[in-house]
């Protein structure tokens, strides 16, 4: 049995990663969570799986949980993070959603822990400092997004050495056939209607912007350790392949299957293993497989992101939370789905880089471009 923690067991990985345990309630068992203020799922999954520790985001909410309870230890706030980070589980999932992932998992690292890491935003604001302390802590970092999973398990076995450039594979998002003439006009309803997946909100407005597709563009450079010339991204629309190696021979190896995160989970999981699952491919039904360039000048959030990680520094931080902070205010109603670009664009152009920061350097500028201020 792998004992499992969950840092954001309510989000839209932490629940597929829950089916995954339900699924395998013979190899799988659920320790430790963490939930923001979704209280009811909460009481649900305490029932059903009866992890020893929660952390909720209000200790107002912790007082009536033990009332109801009482075999359970709970904590909240930045400190229930760190709890459930560094409990005693066989594996770390990092689901939860924002920056607000990062300094729990760099003390999960720092006790070795082998971590599925799900949360974007932790390698995007502070992947230099992420990669060191695994490396110097030994802590195994397995990715679960499905096209890093995908790649991790391209590579498995090869010398990295041989790695010509790693593709990177999006569908397109919402307004994959929208002008940029035509987005004016599209609303939230419009932007959260994903053609190939089942996400969250942030994750699918990020989808539609692009912008996910730059944060994974990241990710894999510090992954991988690859420079941004070596990493590729194109439009695939079936989303069936997700990902892809090219090789100094010029071989391709690429990774297959259907739009469903559970499998990356579950390989996550139990890697360096794998165990069954339902819902398999059926390619025989597959009867033609699109790709397409990416067009920078259409997507502008992915070039920002390129830029970003080409500067270095304190940049890729500041991109970051700054489409945090759009986005948000574009869910809230609050500014137009192509303010998100202007926003991101502004802060990025604003910021005075600063190089090699420290971990409070960057909480720092993080904490501070996710603030209302000139836009």
């Given at each position: 049995?792998?004992?499992?923690?969950?840092?954001?067991?309510?989000?839209?990985?932490?629940?597929?990663?829950?089916?995954v345990i339900r699924l395998n309630r013979d190899k799988f068992m659920l320790e430790?969570?963490?939930?923001?203020?979704?209280?009811?799922?909460?009481?649900?999954?305490?029932?059903?799986f009866n992890p020893k520790l929660v952390s909720v985001k209000h200790e107002k909410d912790v007082k009536k949980l033990k009332d109801e309870f009482n075999d359970v230890l709970f904590t909240s706030g930045?400190?229930?993070?760190?709890?459930?980070?560094?409990?005693?589980?066989?594996?770390?999932?990092?689901?939860?959603?924002?920056?607000?992932?990062?300094?729990?998992?760099?003390?999960?690292?720092e006790q070795g822990k082998k971590i599925g890491l799900a949360n974007k935003e932790t390698l995007v604001a502070a992947g230099d400092i992420v990669m060191s302390h695994a490396k110097k802590y030994n802590a195994e970092i397995i990715p679960v997004d499905s096209e890093h999973s995908a790649i991790f398990q391209c590579l498995n076995g090869e010398d990295l050495k041989t790695v010509k450039t790693l593709i990177i594979t999006a569908s397109g998002g919402s307004f994959r056939d929208l002008t940029?003439?035509?987005?004016?006009?599209?609303?939230?309803?419009?932007?959260?209607?994903?053609?190939?997946w089942?996400?969250?909100?942030?994750?699918t407005i990020d989808s539609a912007t692009m912008m996910n597709k730059g944060l994974e563009?990241?990710?894999?450079?510090?992954?991988?350790?690859?420079?941004a010339e070596n990493i590729k991204t194109l439009i695939h629309r079936e989303s069936i392949i997700h990902s892809m190696v090219e090789f100094n021979d010029n071989s391709i190896m690429a990774q297959i299957g259907?739009?469903?995160?559970?499998?990356?989970?579950?390989?996550?999981?139990?890697?360096?293993t794998r165990i069954e699952k339902n819902n398999p491919l059926d390619i025989h039904e597959l009867s033609t497989l699109n790709f397409e360039p990416m067009d920078f000048n259409r997507f502008k959030m992915i070039q920002f992101a390129y830029d970003a990680l080409k500067i270095g520094g304190t940049m890729p931080a500041i991109m970051n939370a700054a489409n945090e902070y759009a986005v948000e205010k574009f869910l809230n109603d609050e500014i137009t789905f192509l303010e998100i670009e202007d926003i991101v664009e502004s802060r990025m152009n604003e910021h005075t880089v600063i190089e090699h920061p420290d971990l409070d350097t960057i909480l720092y500028y993080d904490k501070l471009y996710k603030e209302d201020w000139r836009s």
């Open positions: 049995m792998k004992r499992v923690s969950i840092l954001g067991a309510t989000g839209s990985i932490g629940t597929q990663t829950l089916d430790a969570i963490s939930v923001g203020e979704n209280i009811d799922s909460l009481r649900k999954i305490i029932a059903e930045d400190n229930g993070l760190i709890d459930v980070a560094t409990y005693d589980a066989d594996i770390l999932v990092t689901a939860i959603l924002g920056s607000v992932g990062l300094v729990p998992t760099l003390r999960a690292i940029r003439d035509e987005l004016k006009s599209v609303t939230k309803k419009d932007a959260l209607n994903h053609p190939n089942s996400m969250g909100q942030k994750i563009v990241i990710e894999a450079h510090h992954l991988f350790n690859m420079n259907n739009s469903d995160m559970r499998t990356a989970i579950q390989y996550a999981l139990t890697y360096p």
